[in-house]
């Protein structure tokens, strides 16, 4: 946006500061894109998906700034033709196009689901009440009035249970909290509980689980994408437990992506607990 503000008449430092923060904004996105796109990932296939995303990178940028800047010369000109047009009229589109990509990126984070980004203050709260916890932000727009949140339960890939299905009304922004806590050692129960907040009010959800007993692997995961788009019954996170003697691994990115295609991954593990949402 700030180089939006750049005229004929500008100078050069308005240019040198809007370049600075696009530098400083590509370092974190760009490192925080590579590991969430290789996460899940096998070793042996690591190559690919770099291949993958590099491709991506280099495509995207030039094919979207060729059509944002041919909407635009087609505005500000009778022939469609930046030749056409004099300096004043070119830095305009310039500015317009940019205007169009800032609000293309804004609306991209529309009608997603992020891991939350807490404080350190609210890590230390959390920790002090569960033993372990998921914490979703979700930002959707005013079609969706209402969200379903529960926990799945598959034993060697077979689904043999719902936990805790809790739904509630939203307006726009809210927050998906999954926790867990040890209440009895001796029987190795645990509660689960689910909290949706939104639009200054908050649901509430627990239930009692056994698990599975202390001696094998557990391993918790989150979707590993930034930001999840809306869909059908996805899923944010999943607890797997395995007796495997060689350790349990989170599940794929790929079945993050598209669960119904990945359930045989399930038949990985002796019990998975999957959080799962709908928004209606």
């Known amino acids: ?34 590991i969430a796109a290789s996460s899940g990932v096998e070793m042996k296939q690591q190559g690919i998906a770099s291949a993958i995303i590099n491709t991506g990178q280099q495509i ?8 944002i800047m041919a909407i635009v010369s087609a505005a500000f000109t009778t022939s469609g033709s930046l030749e056409d047009m004099g300096d004043n009229l070119l830095s ?10 800032a609000v293309i990126a804004l ?10 980004k807490l404080t350190e203050r609210e890590k230390v ?3 002090s009440t569960a033993d372990q916890y998921f914490e979703f932000d979700f930002n959707v727009d005013d079609k969706y009035k209402d969200v379903a949140v529960w926990v799945e339960k598959y034993e060697s890939g077979n689904l043999t ?37 939104s639009n200054g009010g908050t649901s509430t959800g627990w239930s009692p689980v056994t698990v599975t ?25 999943g607890i797997c437990y395995s007796r495997s003697n060689e ?17 045989n991954e399930l038949k990985n593990y002796d019990v998975v607990y999957l959080l799962r949402s709908e928004f209606k």
């Open 1 to 34: 946006m700030i180089l939006t503000q750049l005229t004929i008449y500008g100078t050069i430092w308005a240019m040198i500061l809007g370049t600075i923060v696009i530098g400083l904004g590509q370092a974190f996105v760009f490192t925080t894109m590579f």
């Open 60 to 67: 995207g940028p030039a094919v979207g700034l060729a059509v």
């Open 92 to 101: 305009k589109a310039v500015c317009m196009a940019l205007i169009i990509e």
């Open 107 to 116: 609306n991209l984070k529309i009608n997603t689901v992020s891991n939350a």
């Open 125 to 127: 709260i959390l920790s």
């Open 161 to 197: 249970g719902v936990i805790d299905r809790i739904s509630t009304g939203i307006k726009n922004k809210g927050t998906i909290i999954l926790s867990t806590s040890k209440t009895n050692e001796e029987t190795n129960q645990a509660l689960f509980t689910i909290s949706i907040s």
């Open 213 to 237: 007993k202390d001696d094998i692997g557990i391993d918790w995961g989150i979707n590993p994408l930034d930001n999840i788009p809306i869909m059908d019954k996805m899923v944010l996170a």
């Open 247 to 263: 350790g349990t691994s989170t599940l794929s990115t790929d079945f993050y992506s598209d669960v119904d295609s990945h359930m």
